[in-house]
């Protein structure tokens, strides 16, 4: 069991990214969690997720938690496909709420009502691989699971 969570090889690949996936998510928990980068902060971020967008505020919680300390959680390599399991269900939520109306490019120009979802689906892809390969090199999942493992 415990190599079915913790289990890595000491490939590279995943620790490249685990790392940008974390790094690029991590903004985004920071907004909602901290109010950092803009964001409205923990107290801001679940009134509008339970307010607004009528969210159970156990799942408004969640999101919060798979952004932020999941996005921490992938860069030091803890409970990667844990994590890599939050990252999907939030991104995957994202483009069925909110990003699908909007169709599949980012909004580079200003023309559309809103953003598109090309974004998430990268976010879901890299968090697929995370799943299947764990964390990799240099993650403490590897550390956890013991050097033997391959």
């Known amino acids: ?5 913790f289990g890595s090889d000491n490939d590279v690949t995943p620790l490249i990214l685990r ?11 920071l907004q909602k969690l901290m109010g950092w980068f803009g964001g409205h902060g923990f107290a801001g971020t679940m009134d509008y997720f339970t307010g ?11 999101v919060i938690a798979a952004e932020s300390f999941g996005a921490l959680g992938l860069i030091v390599g803890f409970m990667t496909r844990f994590c890599a399991i939050g990252i999907v269900m939030v991104m995957t939520g994202a483009i069925m709420m909110v990003h699908w109306k909007n169709g599949f490019f980012m909004n580079w120009s200003g023309q559309q009502a809103g953003e598109g979802f090309e974004y998430h689906l990268l976010a879901i892809a890299i ?6 390969k764990g964390g990799g090199a240099l ?7 013991g050097s033997r493992h391959r």
């Open 1 to 5: 069991m415990k190599n079915m969570i």
């Open 19 to 29: 790392l940008t996936l974390g790094a690029v998510m991590l903004p985004h928990g």
């Open 52 to 62: 607004v967008m009528e969210f159970p505020a156990l799942v408004a919680f969640l």
């Open 127 to 132: 968090a697929f691989a995370l799943l299947i």
């Open 139 to 145: 993650s403490i999942d590897r550390g956890i699971a």
